[in-house]
């Protein structure tokens, strides 16, 4: 335990870097961004009023600037993709950033007083934490924003709009908040599921290299059978699920797919991990 | 003392190893000596489950080796196991965070003894330099038992001698020292057992000192016998 | 200690961020929205009678309907991808099946997506059909009856024949009026000709079921001869709303069917009603443009009121369904300003109608979810003159408040 929580946050600092700038990356470009769309919303109602068009009919034009608009541009959003693709991108890369270059860390990792899972655990949560950080401060921003758009926009040319609003609506919003309580547990343990797939596909690579891409692809399709399993078989019998049983099968094969992924990683990484 | 008992390696259908089967006591510097590729390398790695074996077993004072008892034997492979990034000082508090065995005065005084500052970046270093923090690192730890890997293996001649003095020092003495090499020159005569290994099996298995006594050969006459 | 900042920092982060979040959501979680409303007079005055029923969101047809719970595949699920459907953003099954679900699950259980369940105060009705069974001459139908207070469960099986041979059937409605079960059936067949060529030959039956004596007491069709040619034409039946939610359940004379039929990227829409007292059916007389949304039907005894959006205001066509003529149409002018506010992101989405003690209501759906002011219509259905044009103030909609969760139906307004 001692062991896993050093290498946790080992591993934490060492995506200090990526993580620190990613959320300064989100916070530069919807703060710029909510600037610049601001400014031109501004100059297209300054243009409008000059021509004589009153308030009302400046609106139906344009609508209002309010902070559930802004979610859906570019501006906001590119920054979310940025960050999903950089954390799916790191996933795979925590791993073989010890075993590429010239010198192999995974050598000084391996060879731990520790049980060797703590590597995989200490990997998973930093990944996991880092995307609970970066939502996090996501949320941090959105106050930040909500509290913005009225010293930009006049009162009539906004809407005051609460951030539970916003999310409910907000594009990507509902991905990264899922609606209730239970439903983020649900949704963000999934997500936690995916990466161990993930890292275990990737020991199977790790494992046997060339053979290990085919048995990865198998465990890929394994878990996809296993994890749908509910699926399949509402398919095939034609039962409608009601949301608790909906719920509890999808909990089911979550755990089972932990389950089998930590047994599994567990075994590549004791007995026939290769460095 | 390590027993290794039965090594069995394939690598697709190619034996490397076939039946591998030797032990290194502790207090012993003992010498895996192979021309290259005949599996030397696998064999450490195999000791330290750094690569899935097809059979047999490693034993530690007689009990198998698992993870927690890095504590007791550890692997100085023959490239530096530490991120580029970090300076010589980050490795040394690495190994003290993770390592209860580890010994700071020893570290310290192998820091005088290779000449080496502590605030180098790793990746600055010369490649002498590189292999004696290597060495440092496990050298540091209070184990009983020190596998190396081709420890002289593509370094200059002067390092290399400061890493032959460190064989006969106080630094190696009662441990066990297991190491490989396909290059016998300068420390033959530190060196206390040798396996020889060809065509993935021990063809010979002798201690040094007794190799002269009775037979009136040296290490590299028995090399050239078995494998000219 | 050091080296755990950044990793402590963020969990605290995660911890204050998300349940800032959730407390805030549960908090107001169970807080609906009270109505209020201002008088001519000026009066403030709390709105109870005024209810409207079904997501505000997703105003359409299957929601706000107290008697229809599950109208087939095709507004249930996706036939091929149920779970998908489930997926979608909301991960949620259908609100009306769910309701069911909680309240009955020893029947609800287990049901199939593709059946059709419906409700009345007394019983939960199931209707599908047994494609194992079915014959050219016949259709097998199994039913299901549940009995709501004493839990018991009837099966019947009903053997329907089939005038011309059909290789499929379709159930396309169904309704239960007292003891009568209503079911819309397609059948589809095929038509050799001398040629060579086939065609595919659809009929739309409508069938009555006594469940008590289980006989068939009747079985009519409906549509026949559809102009189809390819298969599958795609026909879809749905049901009206009646206004007054509550009655329905009662000897309801007409039932009002939605008939979709879609041919070769065609539409044809038309009304058709089912009087069940006397087993007769008629294609109402209503001229396509008449129902082309954006509009909305609703009806009440024998008036079928078309409500059409214009650019200023609404045109209301009265329909007299015994007669099956064009009463009159009303004309309802209003400022195109007011008018924005009953135009939803889906046109027909944005509004609701009522009709009762010849007035007619209509209600703005579209500014609840901004937290803005209800706009509300008042016409009367004689002289066309609008009698009331104010606006319903959701009286307790805080910062926080989460308009998804509003349910509101209009069913009565008093002066």
Redesign the interface.
């Known amino acids: 335990m001692n ?1 896993f ?2 290498l ?3 591993e ?2 060492r995506f ?1 870097k990526g ?1 620190l700038s990613l959320i300064g990356l989100t916070f530069t470009i919807q703060g710029v961004g909510l600037f610049f769309q601001s400014r031109s919303y501004l100059s297209k109602v300054e243009m409008l009023k000059e021509e004589g068009v009153s308030t ?1 009919g400046i609106l ?1 034009q344009l609508g209002h600037f309010d902070l559930l608009n802004y979610t859906y541009s570019l501006w906001f959003v590119a920054p979310i993709m940025l960050g999903i693709v950089a954390l799916l991108f790191y996933s795979v890369f925590i791993w073989y950033r010890d075993w590429l ?5 995974i ?2 990792l ?7 899972m703590s590597i995989y655990f200490a990997k998973l949560f930093t990944i996991f ?2 995307v ?2 970066l ?3 996501q ?2 921003f959105l106050h930040v924003y909500k509290w913005l758009i009225p010293l930009i926009i006049s009162e009539e040319f906004t ?2 709009q ?4 916003v ?3 907000g594009a990507f919003m ?1 991905f990264l ?1 899922p ?3 239970p ?2 547990f649900f949704a963000y343990l999934t997500g936690l599921m995916v990466l161990m797939v993930l890292f275990t596909l990737i020991l199977f690579e790790r ?1 046997f290299h060339l053979k290990g891409i085919l048995l990865a692809t198998g465990y890929a399709g394994l878990s996809l059978f296993i994890y ?1 399993s ?2 399949i078989y ?2 095939y ?7 608790s049983e ?1 719920f509890l099968w999808f909990s089911i094969m979550g755990i089972v797919l932990m389950g089998l992924s930590i047994l599994v990683s567990n075994f590549l990484l ?6 | 003392m390590i027993e290794v008992k039965q090594l069995k390696k394939k690598y697709g259908k190619r034996h490397v190893l076939k039946d591998i089967s030797f032990q290194a006591h502790k207090g012993e510097i003992t010498c895996l000596i192979g021309v290259n590729g005949v599996g030397k390398t696998t064999i450490l790695k195999g000791i330290m489950n750094l690569t899935p074996l097809n059979g047999g077993m490693v034993e530690i004072d007689g009990k198998p080796l698992t993870s927690e008892r890095y504590e007791d034997i550890t692997f100085i492979p023959d490239t530096l196991t530490m991120m580029p990034s970090m300076t010589v000082k980050q490795s040394m508090d690495f190994m003290k965070d993770y390592y209860r065995s580890w010994n700071p005065k020893r570290a310290e005084d192998l820091l005088t003894f290779f000449k080496i500052k502590k605030e180098e970046r790793i990746s600055d270093l010369s490649k002498g330099n590189k292999a004696k923090v290597n060495m440092l690192l496990g050298l540091a730890l209070d184990v009983d038992y020190l596998l190396m890997d081709e420890p002289f293996s593509g370094i200059d001649l002067f390092s290399r001698e400061q890493i032959l003095s460190v064989f006969s020092s106080h630094l190696v003495e009662d441990r066990g020292v297991l190491l490989t090499t396909h290059d016998l020159t300068d420390f033959e005569t530190l060196v206390d057992k040798v396996v020889l290994i060809d065509d993935g099996q021990v063809v010979r298995e002798f201690y040094t000192e007794e190799m002269r006594e009775t037979e009136g050969k040296s290490v590299v006459d028995v090399m050239r016998e078995v494998y000219q | 200690m050091k080296r755990y900042g950044l990793l402590l920092l963020t969990i605290i982060l995660f911890v204050s961020a998300f349940g800032w979040h959730y407390f805030s959501v549960e908090a107001t979680h169970n807080q609906k929205p009270t109505f209020s409303y201002v008088t001519s007079r000026g009066n403030k005055e709390y709105v109870e009678k005024l209810k409207l029923v079904g997501s505000i969101y997703q105003p359409d047809n299957e929601y706000n309907q107290t008697n229809f719970i599950q109208k087939g595949e095709e507004t249930l699920y996706e036939e091929d991808f149920p779970f998908l459907y489930q997926m979608d953003t909301v991960f949620y099954a259908h609100p009306s099946f769910q309701r069911l679900y909680e309240n009955y699950p020893n029947f609800v259980k287990r049901k199939n997506y593709g059946n059709f369940l419906i409700e009345t105060p007394e019983t939960i009705v199931e209707a599908s059909v047994d494609w194992e069974k079915q014959q050219s001459t016949s259709t097998t139908i199994q039913v299901e009856k549940f009995n709501k207070e004493s839990e018991d469960i009837k099966k019947y099986t009903f053997n329907l024949p089939l005038d011309n041979p059909a290789e499929y059937s379709y159930l396309e409605s169904i309704e239960v009026v007292e003891n009568k079960l209503i079911l819309f059936l397609t059948h589809v067949g095929e038509n050799k000709w001398e040629d060579g060529m086939n065609t595919t030959a659809v009929e739309l039956f409508v069938y009555q079921i006594d469940l008590e004596t289980e006989k068939i007491v009747s079985a009519e069709p409906f549509l026949t001869q559809f102009p189809a040619t390819e298969f599958p034409a795609e026909t879809n039946v749905s049901a009206l709303n009646s206004i007054n939610g509550d009655e329905d359940y009662k000897q309801k004379e007409n039932n009002l069917f939605l008939i979709n039929h879609e041919n070769e990227g065609e539409t044809l829409t038309s009304i058709a009603n089912y009087d069940s007292k006397d087993n007769r059916h008629t294609i109402l007389d209503i001229k396509e443009e008449w129902i082309d949304s954006p509009t909305q039907q609703i009806y009440e005894g024998e008036t079928l009121y078309l409500i059409e959006k214009e650019e200023a205001g609404f045109t209301v066509r009265v329909f007299n369904i015994e007669t099956n003529k064009l009463e009159t149409t009303l004309s309802v002018p209003l400022t195109a300003a007011l008018m924005q506010n009953f135009n939803g992101e889906y046109v027909e989405r944005g509004m609701r109608a009522a009709a009762t003690n010849d007035l007619l209501y209509l209600v703005s759906t579209k500014s609840i979810q901004n937290g803005e002011d209800v706009t509300i219509v008042v016409v009367d259905l004689y002289t066309g003159q609008t009698v009331y044009e104010g606006t319903l103030e959701p009286d307790n909609l805080t910062d926080e408040w989460k308009p998804l969760d509003a349910e509101i139906q209009l069913i009565d307004i008093e002066e």
């Open positions: 062991i929580l050093k946790l946050a080992f934490f600092n200090k993580y009302q139906s270059g010239k010198n192999t860390f050598y000084r391996l060879l731990l007083p520790a049980k060797r934490l880092s609970l950080g939502v996090s401060s949320y941090l809407q005051v609460s951030i539970a609003q999310i409910e609506q509902v908040f609606k209730t309580l439903f983020f494992s749908f509910p699926a509402q398919l019998t034609r039962i409608i699920f009601a949301n909906t004791t007995k026939k991990i290769t460095v």
